[in-house]
């Protein structure tokens, strides 16, 4: 259909689509898409500038895809051209807030596809014999970082190869900037594109509908809201100044009912024609300076995540501003109103919004401002149970015009990040706002200055690793440190196992020692993490197949001595000391004796003893192996004889406090005397063998090398004494998985 048509339809008798209140055209191309009509492209493009409405559109539109919606739709009343036909629900993998990575999941669990990377997905859909439709909503607001632009790369490495698929029918919600390159991938008569700023898919009728409905929910006593004839001429003027943005007249509307006087509805100079326009017309109504009211919003058109806790905006605004901004922010709650709303993703209950709405202003202000503001109040776990109100804009497009007036934006954020920081109690991350400890990265990336921010083993704990590690990737490597290359590492396991923040500190302190920052891990230490153990030394070494522990008893009573691999001494390198300052136990407290690590690696592993076969026989094709030791406390490999190693004997195991149980690529340790789990640890890559000392020290082979950790737990006194030893003492407690158990 074409925009004629708009007329055509409202002649013809159909009923509006309840939600919509229009759009017949775009609603009748989008059905005919849905239903693979002949002609019909099998990829459409929905775009057009903020405000424009596409996403009330799209999501009106899935509402008539939904065969659970379609039961409450007056669908015999509409036009047919717009109703689609009764079919499954399509999948719709928002990309609000989300990586491309994690819309990659999504549809892989969606679909129960094998893999979660794009191409592997696309090869998996385009084997389907009937092909899939697909529905990718709010790419503009795609993931957790405003500043590292995820939209772009969901564009190419998400909507391109599911649009390059045959068997994928796609519909995608995207920027304009973005359209064009998304349907150039494809010949033009797979491809479609809708702006609806175009004047083809134009819809006077609807926006004047859209303002007078909006008008309707005015109070009464205003004329233009009551009075039908005078409602339906200023929803006139106001659609024809707004010309087709829905949000523009959606702010006008909102002005218009909180400040009545000064708008004349035949003077266009009173009616807003933009976003901009808006914000500044309201300010002058009510006799403020329209750059006082951008100041004043200012903090929240820089806001990341769900929105901005209330208790924030007052600094931040003194921070953009450069200047005190309370009294503004005191007088300026009612001419800010029109232009916020409650967080997204919180509920409230309108009973209690006015309370909500006065502890905003009160938090904000000191009490001194009007309760006309809108705000959400909700509970933050991490916070210590304690309510937090957060503000947001209405619409992503008011930031964007707030951010694209301000004369220096990385300038204002570098103010934001300063004052961010200041408010860190102590400079503890662990008393941080919860705001704070997961954005603070995202506006400092905006800042130009993350780099500068990534040496703090507190932050990178406590902070939320989607938000850190999007934020971290938007940065050329070779401007981060060593500090923040080894979280990029570690990034993807804390996101996948959605670790909370002690299970975080922990594995970053294993991959600190790893990569051979002791000082980083130490650090982890000291701020009342109660982590479950301490990693003692690390070694990259490929191909290790098994590990055990034992003792070293030299032949003749002197100590071995370190050795690299290459069969040299092994100087310990700084800062070892403080990694192996652990208290030895039972087997290792004889002064004669060495507790140690066994490796088994391939034969020719530098540094590496031959295993011979069981008739000593170390001739080419009877060997077993190799062999490596390595000091079990502390870095360092050992020289000295194998065959003086004693393994810990069955009643010593038996008796060890500890015991643990593994799979393919996690660790869980136990104490045995109640059965309670110490320790979790969680890898990226599969394990290939591990040990447990009697002593508690843990060593973990991987595809990656060799690890050892001593768990810090002290073990439990059991409340029944062990009368049996062997398996029955191993047994994994209710609940662990593995394949290994000791």
Excluded at 61 to 75: A, S, T
Excluded at 387 to 405: Q, V
């Amino acid at each position: 259909m074409s925009a004629s048509d708009e007329g055509i339809a409202g002649a013809s008798g159909y009923a509006p689509h309840p939600y919509i209140g229009g759009r017949t055209s775009v609603l009748s191309a989008l059905a005919a898409w849905r239903m693979r009509w002949p002609g019909a492209p099998r990829v459409i493009v929905l775009t057009g500038s903020p405000g424009s409405g596409r996403s009330r559109l799209l999501t009106g539109f899935l509402m008539l895809c939904d065969p659970r919606f379609r039961k409450q739709l007056p669908l015999d009343a509409m036009d047919p051209t717009t109703v689609p036909p009764d079919l499954p629900a399509p999948a719709v993998p928002s990309a609000q807030g989300r990586t491309a990575a994690q819309l990659l999941e999504l549809l892989a669990d969606h679909f129960e596809l094998g893999s979660a990377r794009g191409e592997d997905i696309c090869t998996e859909l385009a084997a389907r014999e009937e092909p899939v439709t697909i529905v990718v909503p709010d790419v503009d607001r795609a993931g957790p970082v405003r500043a590292a632009d995820e939209p772009a790369l969901v564009v190419r490495d998400v909507l391109k190869p599911l649009a390059a698929t045959p068997t994928v029918q796609l519909l995608a919600e995207v920027p304009r900037g973005l359209a064009a390159e998304l349907a150039a991938a494809l010949p033009s008569s797979q491809v479609r594109i809708i702006d609806l700023d175009d004047p083809e898919w134009a819809d006077a009728d609807g926006l004047v509908r859209h303002a007078e409905a909006a008008l309707a929910l005015g109070p009464p006593e205003l004329p233009f809201c009551a009075d039908p004839s005078a409602r339906r001429a200023l929803a006139q003027a106001l659609a024809q100044r707004a010309d087709g943005n829905r949000l523009t007249l959606q702010l006008a509307v909102q002005s218009l009912i909180m400040q009545p006087e000064g708008v004349d509805p035949a003077d266009v100079s009173t009616l807003p024609g933009s976003i901009g326009e808006a914000l500044d017309l309201h300010a002058r109504r009510l006799g403020a300076d329209p750059q006082t009211l951008r100041l004043v919003l200012a903090p929240l058109a820089f806001a990341e995540g769900a929105g901005l806790p209330v208790q924030l905006w007052g600094p931040l605004a003194d921070a953009v501003a450069g200047r005190d901004m309370s009294r503004d922010l005191a007088d300026g709650m009612r001419l800010a109103a029109p232009f916020l709303q409650p967080a997204e993703g919180a509920e409230q209950d309108q009973a209690t919004a006015p309370t909500a709405r006065a502890q905003a202003a009160d938090e904000t202000t000191g009490g001194a401002a009007d309760t006309s503001t809108d705000g959400v109040t909700v509970g933050d776990g991490t916070d210590g149970g304690r309510s937090r109100t957060l503000l947001r804009l209405l619409h992503p497009g008011i930031a964007e015009e707030i951010r694209d007036g301000l004369p220096d934006i990385q300038g204002a954020q570098t103010r934001i990040a300063m004052a961010l920081l200041d408010a860190v109690p102590q400079q503890d991350w662990s008393r941080a706002d919860p705001y704070i400890r997961d954005h603070l990265a995202a506006h400092t990336l905006d800042a130009g200055l993350l780099p500068q921010l990534l040496t703090d083993p507190g932050l990178f704990a406590h902070a939320d690793p989607v938000a850190m590690r999007a934020a971290i990737e938007a940065v050329p490597l070779d401007r981060l440190g060593a500090p923040a290359r080894t979280y990029l590492r570690t990034a993807p396991l804390l996101t996948r196992s959605q670790a909370p923040a002690g299970l975080r500190a922990a594995l970053l302190e294993s991959a600190f020692v790893e990569d051979v920052l002791a000082p980083y891990a130490e650090a982890l230490h000291r701020l009342g993490f109660p982590l479950p153990w301490r990693t003692l030394w690390s070694v990259p070494l490929a191909g290790v197949r098994a590990v055990t522990t034992g003792a070293l008893w030299p032949a003749d009573g002197a100590p071995a001595a370190a050795a690299a691999p290459d069969g040299t001494t092994a100087t310990v390198p700084p800062g070892a000391e403080a990694l192996g300052d652990i208290t030895p136990g039972p087997a290792s407290a004889a002064p004669t004796s060495r507790p140690v690590a066994t490796f088994i690696v391939p034969e020719g592993t530098p540094g590496s003893l031959t295993i011979p076969a069981a008739d000593g026989d170390t001739s080419a094709g009877t060997a077993t192996g190799a062999l490596l030791l390595h000091d079990l406390l502390r870095p360092g490999y050992v020289d000295a004889d194998p065959a003086q190693v004693r393994r810990p004997s069955e009643e010593a195991r038996a008796a060890a406090p500890f015991g643990f149980s593994h799979g393919p690529d996690s660790l869980r340790v136990w104490a045995r005397a109640n059965r309670k789990e110490v320790a979790t640890l969680i890898l990226d890559t599969p394990i290939t063998d591990a040990a447990l000392s009697p002593d508690g020290v843990l060593v973990v082979a991987t595809e990656r090398g060799v690890t050892a950790r001593q768990i810090l737990a002290a073990p439990s006194t059991p409340t029944v004494p062990a009368q049996r030893t062997g398996t029955a003492d191993s047994a994994a407690p209710d609940g662990l998985g593995g394949g290994h158990h000791s």
